[in-house]
């Protein structure tokens, strides 16, 4: 007979632990050594959910000496720096539970007094766990699965980019799995990229996960980088033009790029973001024609350029070439571009 799913949601599963471990601790508390260290733990005390005014996912508590060590599952949430600050200040060390090692963020190696666990390794302590490893698999972990593929291309691209590019994981602003790309500065500017989940929600299980990019230079949502005037020549003008002209050229569909005309929705004057916007709009109908305004997207206060098509995750390494095609390429085009005016 197969057994039911019941414990199918990060709170669920983590009470469900909770339990496995008041019920029988010693398996997991010997793991727990091994993963923090040479540390000889005390006396077991006890085990707590929602520990401290932190609210800890699962607290072990030990005496002789003191010491407590949490436990922070994470399915589908981001765990951030500040989080584990907050969290270290109740607890003596933290473990990550994960269903992957390959979920947890960079940083967190660097980090002293926080260890990386698998539900694999914490549920392998209890012979007869009623919480069973094809529930926490079941899990909604969408997120954390694109992030962790996401997180296999940094390294290439960092090689291929060279000294002095900036390139980082972080979920966007509606929390969606991102990679950004940062250049180094020429004359105050700099070139910057997003390779991210092309949609403010995760589809549902078993669909396609879209991505696509949005590459561009700098800007800023202010008078130099939007000038009152439409007929001046900001700098963001020009690089697009010689991403146009010296890198694009008749490479469009090779490089996956979009050329869906960007949205002209009514602005609102009474924002900057608004306002700046507006004045945006009336220096691409002066600069460029429209058939050449998907080379205008981007974001109002971070970068002026095009975005690429949707494609799916499983075409991601595809979709990452032509990225740092235009990167690399874009990139020199520039240096050169301020080397040589007077």
């Not at 019941?6 to 469900?16: G, S």
């Not at 993963?35 to 072990?60: M, P, T, Y």
């Not at 005309?261 to 009514?266: K, L, V």
């Not at 494609?311 to 979709?319: N, T, Y």
Request: hydrophobic share 40%.
């Amino acid at each position: 007979m197969t057994a039911s799913l019941i414990y199918t949601t990060e709170p669920l599963a983590t009470r469900a632990l909770a339990a496995e471990i008041r019920h029988d601790h010693t398996r997991f508390v010997a793991a727990l050594s091994l993963i923090i260290g040479d540390r000889q733990l005390g006396r077991f005390v006890g085990v707590s959910a929602e520990h401290g005014d932190q609210k800890i996912d699962v607290a072990l508590t030990f005496a002789d000496p003191d010491y407590v060590i949490g436990i922070e599952a994470k399915f589908d949430h981001t765990l951030t720096e500040d989080q584990v600050d907050r969290e270290l200040s109740v607890a003596d060390h933290l473990v990550v539970l994960l269903l992957d090692r390959s979920h947890a963020p960079e940083w967190v190696a660097n980090r002293d007094r926080v260890s990386v666990m698998t539900w694999r390794e914490a549920l392998s302590c209890f012979p007869d766990s009623r919480l069973t490893l094809a529930e926490v698999q079941a899990a909604r972990a969408g997120k954390s699965v694109v992030e962790a593929r996401l997180r296999q291309l940094i390294d290439p691209a960092r090689q291929r980019l060279g000294d002095g590019w900036r390139i980082d994981s972080n979920r966007g602003g509606s929390g969606m799995p991102a990679i950004n790309f940062y250049s180094p500065e020429f004359a105050g500017e700099q070139l910057r990229a997003v390779l991210q989940v092309a949609q403010r929600a995760m589809p549902p299980a078993g669909e396609p996960v879209p991505l696509r990019f949005s590459v561009g230079i700098s800007v800023r949502a202010d008078n130099k980088s939007y000038p009152r005037d439409a007929r001046a020549t900001p700098p963001w003008v020009d690089a697009v033009r010689r991403l146009q002209t010296e890198v694009i050229g008749d490479r469009v569909e090779e490089l996956h790029l979009s050329t869906r005309r960007p949205s002209s929705a009514h602005v609102n004057p009474k924002t900057k973001n608004g306002r700046a916007h507006a004045r945006k709009l009336a220096i691409v109908d002066h600069h460029f024609a429209d058939s050449e305004r998907w080379l205008t997207t981007g974001y109002i206060d971070w970068i002026v350029g095009p975005a690429s098509q949707r494609m799916p995750l499983d075409e991601v390494d595809m979709l990452a070439e032509s990225l740092l095609t235009i990167l690399d390429e874009w990139y020199r085009v520039e240096v050169a571009a301020r080397s040589s005016s007077p």
